[in-house]
Each structure stands twice: as structure tokens, then as C-alpha cells.
């Protein structure tokens, strides 16, 4: 359950990446530089290879113009809409 929990997280996070990113017209590369980190790091943020720490949730909110207590909870609405995905109403546990 909680490695199912994480994955859910790290999916909602890739959600919310491309989202701001595509609205941006951003490609990796740009994003990339907009934030400073290698063009292999955001693809592995929009691939759920890593979990971003606090200073990366920090960071991405900068740089896709929003505040941090935006993005959060735009995050977790992701994350729920995973779960409900993964667990749709009536399935067994």
C-alpha cells in the first residue's frame, strides 16, 4: 500500500509537471534551463523516477509562475484522481 501511495505521488507529480509545462509550451530542454537542472532530471521527474524533495516543489512553483500553496494541492488533486483510477468505487482491497 504505501509503495502504491508513493507511486501515486511521484505519477501526480509528472501530472502536474507536464500540465504547467505544456501550458508553458515548454519542451524538457527549456524547462530544463529555466530551472536549472539537467534535461535527464526533468525526464526522470516526468518519467516518476525520482521524488522531488520540498526545495524541488519549491523551485518547480518559481519557475512555472504559481505559488507553492498552488501547487501543492494541485499535486495532491492529481494524486486523488491516480488513487481513484487505481481504485475505482466498489473494487476489493
Request: hydrophobic letters at 35%.
Amino acid at each position: 500500500m504505501e509503495k502504491e501511495d508513493r507511486q501515486n505521488r511521484q505519477q501526480a507529480v509528472a501530472t502536474v509537471v507536464g500540465r504547467h509545462r505544456q501550458h508553458l509550451q515548454l519542451s524538457q530542454d527549456k524547462l530544463a534551463e529555466r530551472f536549472g537542472l539537467s534535461q535527464t532530471r526533468i525526464s526522470d521527474l516526468g518519467l516518476c523516477r525520482n521524488r522531488p524533495t520540498l526545495e524541488t516543489l519549491y523551485r518547480l512553483a518559481r519557475t512555472f509562475a504559481v505559488d507553492i500553496v498552488t501547487l501543492v494541492p494541485e499535486i495532491e488533486s492529481a494524486r486523488e484522481a491516480t488513487s481513484e483510477q487505481a481504485d475505482p468505487p466498489g473494487s476489493a482491497e
